[in-house]
Protein backbone atom coordinates (compact mmCIF):
# COMPACT_ATOMS: atom_id res chain seq x y z
CA UNK A 1 0.00 0.00 0.00
CA UNK A 2 1.02 3.44 -0.93
CA UNK A 3 1.26 6.39 2.11
CA UNK A 4 -1.04 8.47 -0.24
CA UNK A 5 -3.42 5.83 0.42
CA UNK A 6 -3.31 5.86 4.33
CA UNK A 7 -3.31 9.76 3.81
CA UNK A 8 -6.30 9.33 1.58
CA UNK A 9 -8.63 7.40 4.85
CA UNK A 10 -10.11 10.09 7.02
CA UNK A 11 -9.15 7.64 10.08
CA UNK A 12 -5.46 8.72 9.35
CA UNK A 13 -6.72 12.65 8.63
CA UNK A 14 -8.60 12.77 11.84
CA UNK A 15 -5.84 11.10 13.59
CA UNK A 16 -3.52 13.50 12.58
CA UNK A 17 -5.63 16.73 13.01
CA UNK A 18 -6.30 15.69 16.48
CA UNK A 19 -2.95 15.17 17.00
CA UNK A 20 -2.18 18.56 15.62
CA UNK A 21 -4.22 20.15 18.37
CA UNK A 22 -3.03 18.12 21.06
CA UNK A 23 0.02 19.41 20.66
CA UNK A 24 -0.77 22.91 19.93
CA UNK A 25 -2.59 22.42 23.32
CA UNK A 26 1.13 21.03 24.79
CA UNK A 27 2.54 24.26 23.81
CA UNK A 28 -0.06 26.92 24.86
CA UNK A 29 0.20 24.93 28.32
CA UNK A 30 4.21 24.82 28.12
CA UNK A 31 4.43 28.36 27.05
CA UNK A 32 1.73 29.69 29.72
CA UNK A 33 3.73 27.87 32.37
CA UNK A 34 7.06 29.64 31.24
CA UNK A 35 5.50 32.60 31.33
CA UNK A 36 3.91 32.89 34.33
CA UNK A 37 7.39 30.94 35.79
CA UNK A 38 9.71 33.93 34.06
CA UNK A 39 7.04 36.89 35.84
CA UNK A 40 7.17 35.55 39.12
CA UNK A 41 10.86 34.60 39.11
CA UNK A 42 11.34 38.34 37.30
CA UNK A 43 9.27 39.82 40.31
CA UNK A 44 10.83 38.25 42.94
CA UNK A 45 14.37 39.39 41.37
CA UNK A 46 13.43 42.59 41.24
CA UNK A 47 11.79 43.28 44.63
CA UNK A 48 15.29 41.91 46.07
CA UNK A 49 16.72 43.80 43.70
CA UNK A 50 15.23 47.16 44.97
CA UNK A 51 15.10 45.86 48.94
CA UNK A 52 19.13 45.89 48.91
CA UNK A 53 19.39 49.29 46.89
CA UNK A 54 17.15 50.90 49.65
CA UNK A 55 19.42 48.99 52.47
CA UNK A 56 22.23 50.70 50.79
CA UNK A 57 21.41 54.04 50.48
CA UNK A 58 19.97 54.02 54.33
CA UNK A 59 23.51 52.81 55.51
CA UNK A 60 26.60 55.40 56.30
CA UNK A 61 28.92 56.19 53.12
CA UNK A 62 31.96 55.19 55.20
CA UNK A 63 30.75 51.91 55.95
CA UNK A 64 29.43 50.71 52.51
CA UNK A 65 32.29 49.74 50.54
CA UNK A 66 33.20 46.65 53.40
CA UNK A 67 28.76 45.71 53.69
CA UNK A 68 29.27 44.94 50.01
CA UNK A 69 32.65 43.01 50.45
CA UNK A 70 30.46 41.36 53.20
CA UNK A 71 27.60 40.80 50.92
CA UNK A 72 29.97 39.49 48.09
CA UNK A 73 31.29 36.79 50.52
CA UNK A 74 28.38 35.34 51.43
CA UNK A 75 27.74 34.81 48.00
CA UNK A 76 28.83 31.31 47.38
CA UNK A 77 27.18 30.82 44.30
CA UNK A 78 27.81 34.11 43.07
CA UNK A 79 25.01 35.26 41.17
CA UNK A 80 24.84 39.03 43.02
CA UNK A 81 26.06 42.00 41.30
CA UNK A 82 27.43 44.82 43.01
CA UNK A 83 29.21 48.05 42.08
CA UNK A 84 30.08 51.32 43.69
CA UNK A 85 31.46 54.23 41.75
CA UNK A 86 32.71 57.98 42.19
CA UNK A 87 31.06 61.02 41.22
CA UNK A 88 32.95 60.79 38.06
CA UNK A 89 32.59 57.35 37.52
CA UNK A 90 35.35 55.93 38.70
CA UNK A 91 35.16 52.20 40.44
CA UNK A 92 35.12 52.37 44.10
CA UNK A 93 34.03 48.63 45.29
CA UNK A 94 31.86 45.78 44.40
CA UNK A 95 32.52 42.82 41.30
CA UNK A 96 30.99 44.82 38.51
CA UNK A 97 34.26 46.88 37.76
CA UNK A 98 32.82 50.07 35.35
CA UNK A 99 29.30 51.47 35.33
CA UNK A 100 27.43 49.94 32.38
CA UNK A 101 26.54 52.16 29.62
CA UNK A 102 23.04 51.16 28.66
CA UNK A 103 22.12 50.92 32.47
CA UNK A 104 19.96 53.94 33.43
CA UNK A 105 20.49 55.86 36.22
CA UNK A 106 16.43 56.45 37.16
CA UNK A 107 16.50 53.92 40.23
CA UNK A 108 14.00 51.23 37.91
CA UNK A 109 15.51 47.77 37.12
CA UNK A 110 16.49 47.19 33.86
CA UNK A 111 17.84 43.94 31.67
CA UNK A 112 21.68 44.16 31.60
CA UNK A 113 24.01 42.44 29.11
CA UNK A 114 27.01 44.64 28.82
CA UNK A 115 28.50 44.59 32.40
CA UNK A 116 32.04 43.43 33.28
CA UNK A 117 33.16 41.40 36.25
CA UNK A 118 35.85 41.98 38.86
CA UNK A 119 36.77 38.55 37.54
CA UNK A 120 35.29 37.96 34.08
CA UNK A 121 36.47 34.50 32.28
CA UNK A 122 38.88 34.80 29.00
CA UNK A 123 36.23 35.52 26.50
CA UNK A 124 34.24 38.58 28.37
CA UNK A 125 31.12 36.71 28.12
CA UNK A 126 29.12 37.39 30.93
CA UNK A 127 25.61 35.84 31.59
CA UNK A 128 21.84 38.05 31.18
CA UNK A 129 21.18 39.80 34.32
CA UNK A 130 18.43 42.27 35.49
CA UNK A 131 20.49 45.74 38.13
CA UNK A 132 18.97 49.15 38.55
CA UNK A 133 21.59 52.12 39.05
CA UNK A 134 20.56 55.03 41.87
CA UNK A 135 22.56 57.63 43.10
CA UNK A 136 23.40 58.31 46.36
CA UNK A 137 22.67 61.08 48.86
CA UNK A 138 26.25 61.24 49.24
CA UNK A 139 26.71 61.86 45.33
CA UNK A 140 28.38 58.45 44.40
CA UNK A 141 27.07 55.69 42.38
CA UNK A 142 25.28 52.19 43.16
CA UNK A 143 24.39 49.41 40.83
CA UNK A 144 22.74 46.50 42.35
CA UNK A 145 22.11 43.53 40.82
CA UNK A 146 21.18 39.65 40.06
CA UNK A 147 22.07 37.32 37.58
CA UNK A 148 18.77 35.63 35.44
CA UNK A 149 20.79 32.71 34.07
CA UNK A 150 17.98 30.37 35.78
CA UNK A 151 15.22 32.22 33.43
CA UNK A 152 16.95 31.66 30.48
CA UNK A 153 17.88 27.81 31.43
CA UNK A 154 14.22 27.49 32.24
CA UNK A 155 13.29 29.12 28.74
CA UNK A 156 15.95 26.26 27.54
CA UNK A 157 14.62 23.11 29.06
CA UNK A 158 10.91 24.60 28.00
CA UNK A 159 11.80 24.48 24.46
CA UNK A 160 13.92 21.41 24.49
CA UNK A 161 10.67 19.74 25.96
CA UNK A 162 8.77 21.50 23.35
CA UNK A 163 10.91 19.90 20.44
CA UNK A 164 11.02 16.81 21.96
CA UNK A 165 7.39 16.73 22.93
CA UNK A 166 6.35 17.89 19.53
CA UNK A 167 8.64 15.20 17.48
CA UNK A 168 7.13 12.55 20.12
CA UNK A 169 3.41 13.86 19.50
CA UNK A 170 4.09 13.84 15.70
CA UNK A 171 5.54 10.32 15.66
CA UNK A 172 3.00 8.71 17.86
CA UNK A 173 0.15 10.57 15.67
CA UNK A 174 1.98 9.43 12.59
CA UNK A 175 1.96 5.48 13.70
CA UNK A 176 -1.32 5.74 15.12
CA UNK A 177 -2.67 6.85 12.16
CA UNK A 178 -1.11 4.39 9.86
CA UNK A 179 -1.98 1.51 12.69
CA UNK A 180 -5.54 3.02 12.86
CA UNK A 181 -6.36 3.40 8.92
CA UNK A 182 -4.96 -0.33 8.24
CA UNK A 183 -8.40 -2.16 9.10
CA UNK A 184 -11.04 0.97 6.99
CA UNK A 185 -8.23 0.60 4.59
CA UNK A 186 -8.51 -3.09 3.69
CA UNK A 187 -12.17 -2.57 4.17
CA UNK A 188 -12.12 0.05 1.67
CA UNK A 189 -10.21 -2.16 -0.54
CA UNK A 190 -12.74 -5.24 -0.28
CA UNK A 191 -15.57 -3.05 -0.73
CA UNK A 192 -14.03 -1.88 -3.89
CA UNK A 193 -12.95 -5.05 -5.52
CA UNK A 194 -16.62 -6.32 -4.31
CA UNK A 195 -18.06 -3.59 -6.72
CA UNK A 196 -15.45 -4.33 -9.29
CA UNK A 197 -17.03 -7.87 -9.66
CA UNK A 198 -20.17 -6.40 -9.69
CA UNK A 199 -19.18 -4.19 -12.72
CA UNK A 200 -17.62 -6.75 -14.39
CA UNK A 201 -21.12 -9.03 -14.22
CA UNK A 202 -21.10 -11.24 -11.47
CA UNK A 203 -24.65 -9.45 -9.75
CA UNK A 204 -24.42 -12.56 -7.47
CA UNK A 205 -21.84 -10.41 -5.39
CA UNK A 206 -22.56 -8.71 -2.04
CA UNK A 207 -19.82 -6.63 -0.19
CA UNK A 208 -18.73 -7.48 3.00
CA UNK A 209 -20.47 -6.63 6.59
CA UNK A 210 -18.83 -7.23 9.95
CA UNK A 211 -20.05 -7.40 13.13
CA UNK A 212 -19.26 -4.18 14.61
CA UNK A 213 -22.14 -2.33 13.09
CA UNK A 214 -20.55 0.87 12.05
CA UNK A 215 -20.66 3.22 9.43
CA UNK A 216 -19.48 1.14 6.55
CA UNK A 217 -21.56 -1.75 7.53
CA UNK A 218 -24.29 0.16 7.11
CA UNK A 219 -23.68 1.51 4.06
CA UNK A 220 -22.91 -2.35 2.94
CA UNK A 221 -26.17 -3.42 3.97
CA UNK A 222 -27.89 -1.01 2.39
CA UNK A 223 -25.98 -1.43 -1.13
CA UNK A 224 -26.21 -4.99 -0.97
CA UNK A 225 -29.82 -5.03 -0.54
CA UNK A 226 -30.11 -2.67 -3.20
CA UNK A 227 -27.63 -5.07 -5.70
CA UNK A 228 -30.25 -8.00 -4.37
CA UNK A 229 -33.00 -6.30 -6.05
CA UNK A 230 -31.16 -5.06 -9.22
CA UNK A 231 -29.94 -8.41 -9.73
CA UNK A 232 -33.55 -9.53 -9.23
CA UNK A 233 -34.84 -7.19 -11.42
CA UNK A 234 -32.29 -7.79 -14.17
CA UNK A 235 -32.25 -11.51 -14.28
CA UNK A 236 -35.99 -11.50 -14.22
CA UNK A 237 -36.15 -8.71 -17.79
CA UNK A 238 -32.85 -11.16 -19.08
CA UNK A 239 -35.09 -14.47 -18.47
CA UNK A 240 -38.24 -12.64 -20.30
CA UNK A 241 -36.22 -11.08 -23.13
CA UNK A 242 -34.71 -14.50 -23.98
CA UNK A 243 -37.95 -16.68 -23.75
CA UNK A 244 -38.81 -14.41 -26.11
CA UNK A 245 -36.17 -15.06 -28.24
CA UNK A 246 -35.92 -18.47 -27.84
CA UNK A 247 -39.90 -18.69 -28.24
CA UNK A 248 -40.21 -16.32 -31.16
CA UNK A 249 -37.19 -18.00 -33.00
CA UNK A 250 -38.76 -21.66 -33.01
CA UNK A 251 -42.03 -20.54 -35.03
CA UNK A 252 -39.37 -18.43 -37.18
CA UNK A 253 -37.35 -21.62 -38.07
CA UNK A 254 -40.60 -22.94 -38.68
CA UNK A 255 -41.71 -20.42 -40.93
CA UNK A 256 -38.16 -20.44 -43.10
CA UNK A 257 -38.71 -24.21 -43.64
CA UNK A 258 -42.37 -24.08 -44.95
CA UNK A 259 -41.53 -21.20 -47.33
CA UNK A 260 -38.18 -22.67 -48.36
CA UNK A 261 -40.94 -25.96 -49.05
CA UNK A 262 -43.02 -23.78 -51.01
CA UNK A 263 -39.84 -22.59 -53.09
CA UNK A 264 -39.17 -25.70 -53.80
CA UNK A 265 -42.93 -26.71 -54.95
CA UNK A 266 -43.01 -23.69 -57.16
CA UNK A 267 -40.35 -24.93 -59.77
CA UNK A 268 -38.72 -22.60 -62.35
CA UNK A 269 -38.15 -18.67 -60.81
CA UNK A 270 -41.06 -16.61 -61.57
CA UNK A 271 -42.92 -13.62 -60.03
CA UNK A 272 -44.11 -15.78 -57.03
CA UNK A 273 -40.57 -17.09 -56.35
CA UNK A 274 -38.87 -14.01 -56.16
CA UNK A 275 -41.29 -13.06 -53.24
CA UNK A 276 -40.78 -16.47 -51.68
CA UNK A 277 -37.39 -15.81 -52.18
CA UNK A 278 -37.57 -12.14 -50.32
CA UNK A 279 -39.28 -13.45 -47.49
CA UNK A 280 -36.93 -16.19 -46.72
CA UNK A 281 -34.12 -13.63 -46.66
CA UNK A 282 -36.32 -11.36 -44.52
CA UNK A 283 -36.76 -14.40 -42.22
CA UNK A 284 -33.07 -15.36 -42.29
CA UNK A 285 -32.28 -11.42 -41.22
CA UNK A 286 -34.95 -11.89 -38.04
CA UNK A 287 -33.26 -15.49 -37.16
CA UNK A 288 -29.63 -13.65 -37.39
CA UNK A 289 -31.12 -11.03 -34.74
CA UNK A 290 -32.38 -13.17 -32.28
CA UNK A 291 -29.38 -15.32 -32.34
CA UNK A 292 -27.46 -12.09 -31.68
CA UNK A 293 -29.53 -11.33 -29.05
CA UNK A 294 -29.20 -14.46 -27.67
CA UNK A 295 -25.29 -14.21 -28.16
CA UNK A 296 -24.76 -10.78 -26.14
CA UNK A 297 -27.00 -12.32 -23.10
CA UNK A 298 -24.69 -15.46 -23.09
CA UNK A 299 -21.68 -13.04 -22.83
CA UNK A 300 -22.67 -10.45 -20.59
CA UNK A 301 -24.25 -13.38 -18.19
CA UNK A 302 -20.78 -14.63 -17.76
CA UNK A 303 -20.54 -17.79 -18.77
CA UNK A 304 -17.31 -18.38 -20.33
CA UNK A 305 -15.14 -17.35 -17.68
CA UNK A 306 -14.06 -20.78 -17.33
CA UNK A 307 -12.41 -20.85 -21.14
CA UNK A 308 -10.01 -18.09 -20.46
CA UNK A 309 -6.10 -19.25 -20.99
CA UNK A 310 -3.12 -17.09 -22.58
CA UNK A 311 -2.83 -16.16 -26.02
CA UNK A 312 -1.24 -14.31 -28.57
CA UNK A 313 -3.12 -11.63 -29.95
CA UNK A 314 -1.25 -11.99 -33.33
CA UNK A 315 -2.21 -15.62 -33.94
CA UNK A 316 -5.70 -14.43 -34.02
CA UNK A 317 -5.21 -11.76 -36.15
CA UNK A 318 -3.41 -14.08 -38.35
CA UNK A 319 -6.52 -16.43 -38.50
CA UNK A 320 -8.96 -13.82 -39.11
CA UNK A 321 -6.99 -11.62 -41.87
CA UNK A 322 -6.63 -15.49 -43.75
CA UNK A 323 -10.31 -15.80 -43.33
CA UNK A 324 -11.40 -12.07 -44.24
CA UNK A 325 -8.87 -11.70 -46.68
CA UNK A 326 -9.97 -13.30 -49.81
CA UNK A 327 -13.58 -11.60 -48.88
CA UNK A 328 -11.75 -8.00 -49.33
CA UNK A 329 -10.12 -8.85 -52.78
CA UNK A 330 -13.20 -9.96 -53.97
CA UNK A 331 -14.60 -6.18 -53.55
CA UNK A 332 -11.94 -4.50 -54.43
CA UNK A 333 -10.54 -4.02 -51.16
CA UNK A 334 -7.09 -4.64 -49.03
CA UNK A 335 -7.01 -5.82 -46.02
CA UNK A 336 -3.47 -4.74 -43.87
CA UNK A 337 -1.96 -6.61 -40.67
CA UNK A 338 0.68 -4.93 -38.86
CA UNK A 339 1.56 -6.79 -35.99
CA UNK A 340 4.78 -5.26 -33.97
CA UNK A 341 4.42 -7.45 -30.89
CA UNK A 342 2.70 -10.68 -29.72
CA UNK A 343 0.44 -9.31 -27.24
CA UNK A 344 -0.07 -12.63 -25.48
CA UNK A 345 -3.33 -12.02 -23.18
CA UNK A 346 -5.35 -13.39 -20.43
CA UNK A 347 -8.65 -14.08 -22.53
CA UNK A 348 -11.38 -16.71 -24.52
CA UNK A 349 -9.73 -17.15 -27.56
CA UNK A 350 -13.29 -18.57 -29.15
CA UNK A 351 -14.46 -14.38 -28.10
CA UNK A 352 -11.60 -12.90 -29.11
CA UNK A 353 -11.52 -14.14 -32.66
CA UNK A 354 -15.78 -13.11 -32.82
CA UNK A 355 -15.20 -9.24 -31.84
CA UNK A 356 -12.44 -8.49 -33.91
CA UNK A 357 -14.32 -10.56 -36.74
CA UNK A 358 -17.33 -8.53 -36.22
CA UNK A 359 -14.77 -5.33 -36.48
CA UNK A 360 -12.98 -6.65 -39.25
CA UNK A 361 -16.23 -7.27 -41.16
CA UNK A 362 -17.37 -3.93 -40.29
CA UNK A 363 -13.73 -2.14 -41.69
CA UNK A 364 -14.40 -3.97 -44.97
CA UNK A 365 -17.63 -3.41 -45.18
CA UNK A 366 -17.59 0.64 -44.89
CA UNK A 367 -13.97 1.18 -46.65
CA UNK A 368 -15.16 1.96 -50.32
CA UNK A 369 -13.66 0.24 -53.69
CA UNK A 370 -9.50 0.57 -53.51
CA UNK A 371 -10.07 1.32 -49.59
CA UNK A 372 -7.93 -0.07 -47.52
CA UNK A 373 -8.80 -1.86 -43.60
CA UNK A 374 -5.60 -1.82 -41.38
CA UNK A 375 -4.79 -4.20 -38.35
CA UNK A 376 -2.38 -2.79 -36.21
CA UNK A 377 -0.84 -4.37 -33.27
CA UNK A 378 1.27 -2.39 -30.24
CA UNK A 379 1.97 -2.06 -27.11
CA UNK A 380 1.17 1.09 -25.53
CA UNK A 381 1.15 0.74 -21.42
CA UNK A 382 -0.29 -2.94 -22.85
CA UNK A 383 -1.16 -4.78 -26.41
CA UNK A 384 -3.42 -1.74 -27.93
CA UNK A 385 -5.17 -2.85 -31.43
CA UNK A 386 -6.64 -0.41 -33.89
CA UNK A 387 -9.19 -1.73 -36.60
CA UNK A 388 -9.15 1.39 -39.20
CA UNK A 389 -10.83 1.61 -42.25
CA UNK A 390 -11.29 4.44 -44.98
CA UNK A 391 -15.54 4.62 -44.64
CA UNK A 392 -17.63 7.45 -43.73
CA UNK A 393 -16.50 7.64 -40.31
CA UNK A 394 -18.91 7.88 -37.13
CA UNK A 395 -19.62 11.29 -36.21
CA UNK A 396 -18.58 11.88 -32.21
CA UNK A 397 -22.47 12.13 -31.14
CA UNK A 398 -23.13 8.72 -31.83
CA UNK A 399 -19.82 6.72 -30.89
CA UNK A 400 -21.32 5.82 -27.67
CA UNK A 401 -24.73 5.18 -29.28
CA UNK A 402 -23.77 2.79 -31.79
CA UNK A 403 -22.67 0.45 -28.65
CA UNK A 404 -26.13 -0.32 -27.71
CA UNK A 405 -28.66 -3.14 -30.10
CA UNK A 406 -29.40 -2.11 -32.92
CA UNK A 407 -29.04 1.36 -33.16
CA UNK A 408 -27.28 2.18 -36.84
CA UNK A 409 -25.20 5.44 -37.11
CA UNK A 410 -26.19 8.27 -39.71
CA UNK A 411 -23.42 6.94 -42.20
CA UNK A 412 -24.33 3.59 -42.29
CA UNK A 413 -27.12 4.13 -44.77
CA UNK A 414 -28.61 1.34 -46.54
CA UNK A 415 -25.18 -0.99 -45.60
CA UNK A 416 -26.29 -4.22 -44.88
CA UNK A 417 -26.43 -4.58 -41.37
CA UNK A 418 -28.73 -5.50 -38.05
CA UNK A 419 -26.57 -3.44 -35.53
CA UNK A 420 -26.15 -6.01 -33.41
CA UNK A 421 -22.14 -6.48 -33.73
CA UNK A 422 -20.99 -3.66 -31.97
CA UNK A 423 -22.86 -4.67 -29.34
CA UNK A 424 -21.38 -7.89 -29.43
CA UNK A 425 -17.68 -6.64 -29.50
CA UNK A 426 -18.60 -4.26 -26.41
CA UNK A 427 -20.04 -7.48 -24.14
CA UNK A 428 -17.11 -9.38 -25.77
CA UNK A 429 -14.95 -6.51 -24.25
CA UNK A 430 -16.60 -5.73 -21.12
CA UNK A 431 -16.46 -9.41 -20.29
CA UNK A 432 -12.73 -9.35 -20.54
CA UNK A 433 -12.47 -6.42 -18.38
CA UNK A 434 -10.68 -4.36 -21.21
CA UNK A 435 -11.67 -1.21 -23.19
CA UNK A 436 -12.94 -0.33 -26.73
CA UNK A 437 -12.72 3.35 -27.89
CA UNK A 438 -14.28 4.23 -31.11
CA UNK A 439 -12.24 7.28 -32.69
CA UNK A 440 -11.79 8.94 -35.90
CA UNK A 441 -9.16 7.75 -38.18
CA UNK A 442 -6.27 10.07 -39.19
CA UNK A 443 -7.05 9.60 -43.16
CA UNK A 444 -10.79 9.17 -43.12
CA UNK A 445 -13.06 6.34 -41.54
CA UNK A 446 -13.14 5.11 -37.81
CA UNK A 447 -10.35 3.92 -35.92
CA UNK A 448 -11.75 0.95 -33.21
CA UNK A 449 -9.08 0.86 -30.61
CA UNK A 450 -9.45 -1.92 -28.34
CA UNK A 451 -6.77 -1.61 -24.82
CA UNK A 452 -6.29 -5.34 -24.33
CA UNK A 453 -4.62 -4.94 -20.84
CA UNK A 454 -6.62 -4.18 -18.30
CA UNK A 455 -7.95 -7.97 -17.51
CA UNK A 456 -10.25 -8.86 -14.80
CA UNK A 457 -9.71 -12.21 -15.03
CA UNK A 458 -7.00 -14.79 -14.96
CA UNK A 459 -6.45 -18.35 -15.99
CA UNK A 460 -7.25 -20.84 -13.94
CA UNK A 461 -4.43 -22.83 -12.31
CA UNK A 462 -3.82 -26.27 -13.62
Not at 139 to 157: K, P, S, W
Not at 241 to 266: F, G, K, V, W
Not at 267 to 292: P, Q
Not at 427 to 451: D, Y
Request: aromatic residues 6%; glycine residues 8%.
Amino acid sequence: MRIAEYWRTTTFRLVLLYGAVFLAAVVSLLGLIYWRTAGYMTGQIDLIIRSETRQFAAGSPEKLPEVLDTYQARDARHVNLYGLYSRDGRWINGNVTQLPPSLAVDGQVHPLDDYRLLKAPADDLVPPARAMAVILPWGETLVVGRDVTQLFAIRRIILYALLEGGIAITLLGLGLGFALSLRPLRRAQAIRLACERVVAGQLDTRLPVTRRRDELDYIAVTVNTMLEKIERLLTEVKSVCDNIAHDLRTPMTRLRARLYRLQQESGKAGRKTVKIDELIEDTDAVLRRFKALLRISEIEHGLRHQAFDRVRVRDILTQVVELYAPLAEDQGKHLVLKADIAGEIVADPELMFEAISNLVDNAVKFSPPGGTATLSLFEEGGPCLDITDQGPGIAESERAAVLQPFYRGEQAGHTEGSGLGLSIVSAIVRLHGFKMRLEGAPAGGTCVRLLLYSQAFAPKAA
